[in-house]
């Protein structure tokens, strides 16, 4: 049994603890940190906590605790865990890990210093659906990944912090592209450098500093492009959707709206439907087990056994900091509208990876272009000579 300390008692904290707590689990959350002693009372009310508090540090301090789990605002990230490094605490953290990637590689170095177990908590890597696509590409189910591409839309967070970007530290670039950027980078392969950035970002619609839409493409040193799509104004609710391109195959993931389950309501029931739905009546998509199609469930158990078995976990705050790493380019290309380079000035993966060829022999002679049956019944292969690089036909019998 591991006994945690949540800190903070917003959205996330709740979610978190939903999961952790649910389907009869055996770990608990013992105490709970919140700023303002209603919220704490009330938290440590709905889910049994033993201990409330609204200091910081006795939560991290309480000997009863094993694990602390930050789900603070993202500028807070960085004291919770230098107090778990203080008290020497295992401690998991909600995304991004750092406003940038500066903060992030702090706080992997203090982590590390301490020797404390360090989970990165990035939900949409342990959904039922990622976890399958992820296995079924190392498997070799689609070939060479050519192309990841992962959306992330929604109408915006519900709470104020998100929308100051001191406190935030930017906009939908961080708090939605940290998860696409992990996506990606599970496809790819996670020892795979990425090498550079290029990426439009603009504030479209609301009234801030930082930006509320942004697309952008991540070069890997293997050839591999990983694309994201992230955007604060999107209506419809949360939009998440993951496409692999391989050069044997292909995945499509839709993660929320539109997953097979869709309800007519006059709305008379007036019930929640699911993160981020924008309406509650009319034709609706709602999630029929949001803590399981958002990864939670699998995250924590990772991250449960993964501290048990003193091993660490498949993220890591090493993953966290790559991925700031990742986005820090993005906004400097989105400012410079140039290509950027990703500085990762730790990096544990391969180095010096050639870029993968592209030629597929069809024989000692041919590499293969192209094999097809066509609508008259033609076996056809189209080749390109490896002495003469011309390209030819051949209709097969
Ligand atoms: N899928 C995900 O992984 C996911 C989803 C949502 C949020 N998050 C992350 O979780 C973290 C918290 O987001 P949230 O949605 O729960 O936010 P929230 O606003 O719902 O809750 C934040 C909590 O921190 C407390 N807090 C706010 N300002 C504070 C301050 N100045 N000092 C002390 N405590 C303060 C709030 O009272 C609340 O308890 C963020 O880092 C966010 O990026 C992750």
Redesign the pocket.
């Known amino acids: 049994m591991q006994r945690i300390a949540m800190?903070?008692?917003?959205?996330?904290?709740?979610?978190y603890a939903d999961s952790i707590q649910g389907l009869r689990s055996q770990d608990k959350v013992i105490s709970v940190?919140?700023?303002?002693e209603k919220?704490a009372k009330k938290?440590a009310d709905d889910y049994g906590c033993k201990y409330w508090t609204t200091n910081?540090e006795e939560a991290v301090a309480n000997p009863e605790v094993d694990i602390v789990c930050?789900?603070?605002?993202?500028?807070?990230?960085e004291t919770a865990v230098d107090l778990c490094c203080k008290y020497r605490k295992a401690v998991i953290?909600?995304?991004?890990l750092g406003r940038n990637a500066v903060e992030a590689k702090r706080m992997l170095e203090a982590v590390e210093k301490a020797g404390i177990f360090n989970g990165y908590?990035?939900?949409?890597v342990y959904t039922p659906k990622s976890l399958k696509a992820i296995e079924s590409v190392k498997n070799g189910a689609i070939g060479r990944v050519l192309w990841t591409k992962s959306r992330e839309t929604h109408p915006g967070?519900?709470?104020?912090?998100?929308w100051d970007i001191e406190?935030?530290g930017g906009g939908c670039i961080?708090?939605l592209g940290?998860?696409c950027v992990e996506l990606n980078r599970s496809y790819i392969g996670k020892d795979i450098k990425p090498v550079e950035a290029m990426c439009w970002a603009d504030t479209q619609v609301k009234p801030i500093d930082a930006e509320d839409h942004a697309i952008a493409l991540i070069k890997y040193e293997n050839g591999a492009i990983g694309q994201f799509e992230v955007s604060w104004t999107f209506r419809g609710g949360l939009d998440l959707r993951d496409e692999v391109m391989g050069s044997e195959g292909t995945i499509w993931i839709n993660s929320f709206l539109r997953t097979g389950f869709e309800m007519f309501t006059s709305g008379k029931g007036g019930n929640y439907v699911a993160?981020k739905a924008e309406s509650n009546s009319g034709w609706l998509f709602p999630v029929g087990d949001e803590l399981n199609e958002?990864g939670?469930n699998h995250m924590f158990f990772d991250m449960f056994s993964s501290i048990e078995k003193g091993i660490p976990p498949k993220e890591t705050f090493y993953d966290g900091y790559v991925v700031n790493s990742i986005l820090d380019a993005c906004y400097r290309s989105a400012k410079s509208k140039l290509w950027e380079p990703v500085n990762l000035e730790v990096w544990r993966g391969r180095e010096g990876v050639s870029k993968d060829s592209h030629l597929v022999e069809y024989d000692a002679d041919n590499y293969l272009v192209k094999e097809e049956v066509t609508h008259y019944g033609a076996k056809k292969v189209i080749l390109k000579s490896k002495a003469t690089g011309k390209i030819v036909e051949r209709v097969l019998d």
Request: with cysteine.
């Open positions: 800190l903070g008692s917003g959205f996330i904290g709740r979610f940190y919140s700023r303002s919220n938290f910081l930050i789900s603070l605002p993202n500028n807070l990230h953290t909600t995304k991004p908590l990035e939900d949409l967070p519900h709470s104020d912090w998100f406190q935030a961080l708090d940290c998860h993160e958002l939670y």
